[in-house]
């Protein structure tokens, strides 16, 4: 009867130290036989793998729902003539992205038979961003320009929407109408590649977190 009464008395443990215990074993490392250095680096792989996947800093901009849908292109390329093939490599290189980026490349997709004025407007009304490869031909053409205002009126504070790019162009020949836009300085062409396919990526993504914001 006495040892009977000793184990009815014995405290239990705390939810505290379950926790703690809990905790522990969950986050042992799966081969006893990995060194401390190994463990460690994959811990910070983990950590990583675990911030990259949050809702937060990772946004499905290719579901159903996106609205990202609700316009016909993801971004429209303005450009000179005298551009074509610099503008031809650039939108290979964002159409072959895992996101495959929808681009509006005029001498390829503008309907043939159409107005210029009239394509040029349909196109920056229907992308989201507008890159402007801004070149000494760029700044000569008034084709160019005009398509430059269509975007500005469109976007008046930009939001992202707008990437200048600057190439062979000193920065006090750099429009007047861009001063309060930050612009991409080609040097590198991969790295300005890149540049603008992240830049097309942060505001799709903010577009969408904004959306399900809305919803919520």
């Given at each position: ?45 983990l950590a990583t793998s ?121 920065r006090k020949d750099y ?36 959306s399900t914001k809305t919803?919520?």
């Open positions: 009867a006495g040892w009977f009464r000793r184990l009815l008395q014995k405290p239990k443990p705390s939810s505290v130290e379950t926790l703690k215990s809990s905790h522990s074993s969950s986050s042992s490392p799966s081969s006893s036989s990995s060194s401390s250095k190994s463990s460690s680096s994959s811990g910070t792989s675990s911030i990259s996947l949050s809702p937060v800093s990772a946004v499905d901009i290719s579901a159903s729902d996106s609205p990202r849908w609700d316009k016909t292109y993801d971004v429209c390329i303005c450009h000179s003539e005298g551009d074509v093939g610099l503008v031809e490599e650039l939108v290979s290189y964002l159409e072959s992205q895992p996101e495959s980026f929808r681009c509006f490349l005029q001498l390829r997709d503008a309907v043939a038979g159409s107005a210029v004025v009239t394509e040029l407007c349909d196109a920056v009304q229907n992308s989201h961003c507008w890159v402007m490869l801004i070149t000494p031909s760029f700044l000569q053409d008034p084709w160019c320009r005009y398509q430059m205002h269509q975007a500005l009126a469109e976007a008046p504070m930009a939001n992202g929407r707008t990437i200048p790019v600057l190439k062979d162009v000193d429009p007047r109408e861009l001063r309060n836009i930050y612009y991409i300085y080609m040097a590198l062409k991969e790295k300005s590649f890149r540049q603008i396919r992240d830049t097309v990526m942060r505001y799709l993504q903010e577009l969408c977190r904004s919803m919520e």
